[in-house]
């Protein structure tokens, strides 16, 4: 069997193109209908993308939801799954990261993130990267702070990661659409025809 993951699926869906959707959905179909090529379709995105799929039945039918609850650190288990990520992300970094290890921190990056475990792991990254470009032993919040920027498209320093206050600096809302629209101009442009 061969797999395909469509990360951030629901970018490939028109908000007003149903004729386009339509054969998207019909593609999808037909790939998870051929006997001959066993396949596994996953897709991620946000929950519009299960709007999308809902539209073609068929597709519906063969498909299965799996839902992500948002980061809760009052839960054991969530604390626990994101200190295992930030010290895993930070080992294979080989970057130094003892310092952030607080409780502070771990809410300011599921706060910086949105409380979605995949821009959690995204900030990870990009954090890290940087410190390692930078042959940096060590993360800082500056660093993550960087992160956040470049993910945001919010100015330097302006961050979660940065501001005191920083709860009630920040609309989740907003950061969310700001992460969104950054997302579509970093995305390489379609030649039009």
Not at 143 to 165: M, N, R
Request: hydrophobic letters at 40%; charged letters at 25%.
């Amino acid at each position: 069997m061969v797999g395909i993951h469509f990360d951030e699926c629901q970018h490939v869906f028109t908000a007003v193109d149903t004729a386009t959707n339509q054969k998207i959905l019909d593609s999808f179909k037909s790939l998870l209908k051929d006997h001959n090529w066993p396949l596994m379709l996953i897709f991620s995105g946000i929950p519009s993308l299960a709007t999308q799929i809902k539209k073609e039945e068929q597709l519906d039918r063969l498909l299965r939801v799996v839902s992500f609850d948002g980061i809760d650190l009052s839960r054991s288990s969530d604390k626990e799954e994101l200190t295992h990520l930030f010290f895993s992300y930070g080992d294979k970094a080989g970057i130094g990261i003892e310092d952030l290890a607080t409780v502070d921190f771990l809410q300011r990056l599921s706060f910086a993130a949105c409380f979605r475990w995949g821009l959690v792991i995204e900030i990870l990254i990009e954090a890290f990267s940087l410190a390692a470009f930078a042959s940096d032993k060590t993360c800082t919040i500056d660093h993550f702070s960087e992160a956040f920027s470049k993910i945001s498209g919010l100015s330097k320093g302006y961050s979660p990661f940065t501001l005191k206050d920083y709860q009630n600096n920040f609309d989740q809302a907003k950061m969310l659409a700001m992460i969104e629209q950054t997302r579509k101009k970093k995305a390489p442009r379609q030649k039009e025809s």
